[in-house]
């Protein structure tokens, strides 16, 4: 062996020796740190992953549609991984001053440092200095930090014992000889606890001056550095500013004593005020800016949609670990425009003081892409008023549904799932009935008002206006109870049923979900809409019209982008043809009846939100519904490009119905969201049904 290697191996052993001794403040004897062996005091030649690959938690920002407005952030620490070339130079030079003057000379163990810290702590007695280089610390801090390690691991990484400082020394001797010093020193700015709840450099410097690391000055980055010796106390936003001033003092003085800072510098530098500018992160859907607080029921629907993906963990609670420390970039679908004007819409409809709600969603059809989420309710956790669940602070989900919201009765919305069911079996649109005031079905019912001899028998709300001759055009347009009861006597309520459920519309009561379990053959008055919903999955299933047939399961998120950069998902990936084209063109042939505009083959004779479509100037489709005795109203419309569904209820109290009149604001509600949504947008028109699907007969037939 020659002498080179003599020496380092020298130098390994007597590090390794020294360190255990300073640790133990001389209080363990000679042989028992000896008798750690050789074994354990030689380097490691293959770094631990933790170290390799370091996974420190990152928080993850949640934006807009347009990928730079900040709706809200999710971290278990802040911090945010920059490159070390992002750093002001002054910075990287004061906390190599504050933490180890030496960093650029020694391997990752100070010799030096160790004998002054095994001097000083055996005369003084105790743990004084423990001689930690830059490249130790930033080993201790990715140990205790790694998610993948357990939790006796990371505990170990920071115990104080012999044993951890001389694996702590030779996982540091072996880092350097695989990492440059920038990526190691890079590497510690990124990790490092800098107090406040900042850790990293980059969230440091936006908590204390709402800045950015390249941006520092000499006095911030010398206070920042000054910090990590002692963040908890020395922090000057909640702990001890004065201790911070003199930490930064100290750091300027170890800047001059090592040539990195002329004198005069320091002294301009230490007389400098502190100018703090906090910032702080916000953390969780409650903590979008307030000004934006109606922005925090899509960003709680979005975490909904994270915890249900199955490529982020294996549990709800994996993922959330995933997101809160994945560092994820996330785009989402919301339109900060479209929001505002729904919020606006919304509450016009009722205002927040208002025990009623009128959920509202926008969706892109094609896409699956929810572009608004509103609701006359503040997201919070404040206490409500007589014992109130939902008003008028919340944090459940009264647009789409789930944590125990199961909806509300969306009433003759569900009509279109009869025409569809129709439409798909054969069934042409002038498929005509000469509809009744009220209708005996089959179906068997225990007992209520719609009950003739156990019978289901449905009753038209306006007989004079809708009882008569009908075709699906009509029928539709002037929402004909009898003439779909009728129809669904014809296809099967079984059909249906199915019908709804593939275009979205989820089952969450557990009744609800029985029956179309067990009961679908026999269940007439689900084609008028007594089943619970939500405006989120009303809107998406007349999307799927919109769309020609093409179904796509509502997404809050539009890109994903891990912590490297690398994009991981983009748009939605769950879109699929659910309906024959032809059936979708029909079914939004039929829907322009009811809100004023006119069917490609002129069969529209009346609707019951006519002033819909002549004030939106654009081809337009639609329904509307009520449930029995109003107790809840529904308006949905669309366009190709848009669909919109609002519902009129009271999510604390179903007794409390909402009446007739509020559908009249609901119906102006709708058309001026649509207006503004679709202002820079194209006029683009329906694509006519074929005529084989219109009519029984093959001849045109243009007649009104």
């Given at each position: 062996?020659?002498?080179?290697?003599?020496?380092?191996?020298?130098?390994v052993?007597?590090?390794g020796v020294?360190?255990?001794?300073?640790?133990?403040?001389?209080?363990?004897?000679?042989?028992?740190?000896?008798?750690?062996?050789?074994?354990?005091?030689?380097?490691?030649?293959?770094?631990?992953?933790?170290?390799?690959?370091?996974q420190?938690?990152?928080?993850?920002?949640?934006?807009?549609?347009?990928?730079?407005?900040?709706?809200?952030?999710?971290?278990?620490?802040?911090r945010?991984?920059?490159?070390?070339?992002?750093?002001?130079?002054?910075?990287?030079?004061?906390?190599?001053?504050?933490?180890?003057?030496?960093?650029?000379?020694?391997?990752g163990?100070?010799?030096?440092?160790?004998?002054?810290?095994?001097?000083?702590?055996?005369?003084?007695?105790?743990?004084?200095?423990?001689?930690?280089?830059?490249?130790?610390?930033?080993?201790?801090?990715?140990?205790?930090?790694?998610?993948?390690?357990?939790?006796?691991?990371?505990?170990?990484?920071?115990?104080?014992?012999?044993?951890?400082?001389?694996?702590?020394?030779?996982?540091?001797?072996?880092?350097?000889?695989?990492?440059?010093?920038?990526?190691?020193?890079?590497?510690?700015?990124?990790?490092?606890?800098?107090?406040?709840?900042?850790?990293?450099?980059?969230?440091?410097?936006?908590?204390?001056?709402?800045?950015?690391?390249?941006?520092?000055?000499?006095?911030?980055a010398?206070?920042?550095?000054?910090?990590?010796?002692?963040?908890?106390?020395?922090d000057?936003?909640?702990?001890?500013?004065?201790?911070a001033?003199?930490?930064?003092?100290?750091?300027l003085?170890?800047?001059?004593?090592?040539?990195?800072?002329?004198?005069?510098?320091?002294?301009?530098?230490?007389?400098?005020?502190?100018?703090?500018?906090?910032?702080?992160?916000?953390?969780?859907c409650?903590?979008v800016?307030?000004?934006?607080?109606?922005?925090?029921?899509?960003?709680?629907?979005?975490?909904?949609?994270?915890?249900?993906?199955?490529?982020?963990?294996?549990?709800?609670?994996?993922?959330?670990?995933?997101?809160?420390?994945?560092?994820?970039?996330?785009?989402?679908?919301?339109?900060?425009?479209?929001?505002?004007?729904?919020?606006?819409?919304?509450?016009?409809?009722?205002?927040?003081?208002?025990?009623?709600?009128?959920?509202?969603?926008?969706?892109?059809?094609?896409?699956?892409?929810?572009l608004?989420?509103?609701?006359?309710?503040?997201?919070?956790v404040?206490?409500?008023?007589?014992?109130?669940?939902?008003?008028?602070n919340?944090?459940?989900?009264?647009v789409?549904?789930?944590?125990?919201?199961v909806?509300?009765?969306?009433?003759?919305?569900?009509?279109?799932?009869?025409?569809?069911a129709?439409?798909?079996?054969?069934?042409?649109?002038?498929?005509?009935?000469?509809?009744?005031?009220?209708?005996?079905?089959?179906?068997p019912?225990?007992?209520?008002?719609?009950?003739?001899?156990?019978?289901?028998?449905?009753e038209?709300?306006?007989?004079?206006?809708?009882?008569?001759?009908?075709?699906?055009?009509?029928?539709?347009?002037?929402?004909?109870?009898?003439?779909?009861?009728?129809?669904?006597?014809?296809?099967?309520?079984?059909?249906?049923?199915?019908?709804?459920q593939?275009?979205g519309?989820?089952?969450?009561?557990?009744?609800?979900?029985?029956?179309?379990?067990?009961?679908?053959k026999?269940?007439?008055?689900?084609?008028?809409?007594?089943?619970?919903?939500?405006?989120?999955?009303?809107?998406?299933?007349?999307?799927?019209?919109?769309?020609?047939?093409?179904?796509?399961?509502?997404?809050?998120?539009?890109?994903?982008?891990?912590?490297?950069?690398?994009?991981?998902?983009?748009?939605?990936?769950?879109?699929?043809?659910?309906?024959?084209?032809?059936v979708?063109?029909?079914?939004?042939?039929?829907?322009?009846?009811?809100?004023?505009?006119?069917?490609?083959?002129?069969?529209?004779?009346?609707?019951?939100?006519?002033?819909?479509?002549?004030?939106?100037?654009?081809?337009?489709?639609?329904?509307?519904?009520?449930?029995?005795?109003?107790?809840?109203?529904?308006?949905?419309?669309?366009?190709?490009?848009?669909?919109?569904?609002?519902?009129?209820?009271?999510?604390?109290?179903?007794?409390?119905?909402?009446?007739?009149?509020?559908?009249?604001?609901?119906?102006?509600?709708?058309?001026?969201?649509?207006?503004?949504?679709?202002?820079d947008?194209?006029?683009?028109?329906?694509?006519?049904?074929?005529?084989?699907?219109?009519?029984?007969q093959?001849?045109?037939?243009?007649?009104?």
């Amino acid at each position: 062996m020659n002498r080179a290697h003599l020496d380092k191996l020298f130098t390994v052993l007597l590090a390794g020796v020294l360190a255990g001794l300073a640790l133990a403040a001389a209080a363990l004897p000679a042989a028992l740190v000896f008798g750690l062996g050789f074994k354990n005091l030689m380097p490691y030649t293959a770094l631990p992953e933790s170290l390799r690959t370091p996974q420190p938690a990152q928080r993850s920002n949640l934006y807009a549609n347009d990928g730079r407005t900040l709706i809200t952030s999710f971290y278990v620490e802040d911090r945010v991984d920059v490159p070390v070339a992002e750093v002001a130079p002054v910075m990287r030079q004061a906390i190599v001053a504050a933490e180890d003057v030496r960093f650029y000379q020694h391997h990752g163990v100070d010799l030096r440092g160790v004998v002054r810290a095994f001097t000083v702590n055996r005369r003084e007695g105790g743990t004084r200095q423990g001689a930690s280089t830059l490249t130790m610390q930033y080993v201790r801090n990715a140990l205790a930090g790694d998610p993948r390690l357990t939790e006796q691991q990371r505990a170990a990484a920071t115990e104080v014992t012999v044993g951890r400082k001389v694996r702590e020394m030779r996982y540091a001797l072996a880092l350097e000889r695989e990492l440059s010093k920038d990526e190691i020193l890079g590497r510690y700015l990124n990790i490092a606890y800098f107090g406040a709840g900042a850790y990293g450099i980059a969230a440091a410097s936006k908590r204390y001056f709402s800045t950015t690391p390249d941006k520092l000055t000499l006095a911030q980055a010398a206070l920042l550095a000054g910090l990590v010796r002692s963040p908890d106390t020395d922090d000057p936003i909640n702990g001890d500013a004065d201790a911070a001033i003199g930490r930064r003092a100290y750091v300027l003085d170890r800047m001059v004593e090592t040539g990195q800072l002329a004198a005069a510098d320091a002294v301009r530098a230490k007389a400098e005020q502190l100018h703090l500018k906090p910032s702080a992160t916000p953390n969780d859907c409650a903590a979008v800016p307030e000004e934006h607080n109606d922005w925090a029921f899509f960003c709680d629907w979005f975490t909904q949609w994270w915890n249900a993906q199955p490529a982020f963990g294996k549990s709800e609670d994996e993922r959330q670990r995933t997101l809160r420390r994945g560092g994820w970039k996330i785009v989402t679908s919301l339109d900060p425009d479209v929001q505002r004007m729904a919020t606006e819409q919304v509450l016009r409809i009722y205002a927040t003081s208002n025990q009623r709600a009128a959920p509202t969603a926008v969706v892109q059809p094609g896409t699956g892409r929810v572009l608004a989420m509103a609701v006359n309710r503040t997201y919070s956790v404040a206490a409500n008023p007589d014992g109130q669940q939902n008003y008028p602070n919340t944090v459940n989900q009264l647009v789409a549904g789930g944590g125990g919201i199961v909806g509300y009765q969306a009433g003759s919305t569900f009509k279109l799932f009869a025409l569809l069911a129709a439409l798909e079996s054969g069934l042409p649109l002038d498929t005509d009935f000469d509809a009744p005031r009220i209708y005996v079905t089959d179906f068997p019912v225990d007992g209520g008002p719609a009950s003739c001899g156990g019978y289901w028998c449905p009753e038209n709300a306006s007989p004079s206006w809708m009882d008569g001759h009908r075709t699906m055009w009509s029928a539709f347009g002037r929402s004909v109870n009898t003439y779909f009861a009728w129809l669904t006597e014809r296809v099967g309520a079984d059909r249906v049923v199915e019908m709804a459920q593939r275009l979205g519309i989820v089952l969450r009561s557990p009744s609800d979900a029985k029956l179309a379990r067990e009961g679908a053959k026999n269940w007439g008055p689900f084609t008028l809409g007594v089943v619970d919903t939500t405006p989120l999955d009303v809107a998406n299933a007349y999307a799927t019209v919109a769309a020609e047939g093409v179904w796509c399961r509502p997404t809050p998120v539009t890109s994903i982008t891990d912590a490297t950069g690398r994009k991981v998902a983009a748009g939605n990936t769950d879109c699929r043809q659910v309906l024959d084209t032809d059936v979708a063109r029909a079914a939004a042939d039929a829907s322009r009846c009811p809100v004023g505009d006119q069917s490609m083959y002129r069969r529209c004779d009346g609707g019951t939100a006519e002033e819909l479509a002549p004030g939106l100037r654009r081809p337009l489709a639609g329904k509307t519904g009520s449930s029995e005795r109003n107790a809840t109203e529904t308006v949905v419309a669309f366009t190709p490009q848009l669909a919109v569904a609002t519902i009129a209820a009271n999510p604390d109290n179903p007794q409390d119905a909402v009446g007739g009149g509020v559908q009249t604001r609901q119906i102006s509600a709708v058309g001026n969201l649509l207006a503004y949504a679709l202002r820079d947008e194209p006029v683009r028109d329906f694509v006519p049904p074929s005529q084989s699907i219109a009519y029984r007969q093959t001849a045109p037939r243009t007649g009104n």
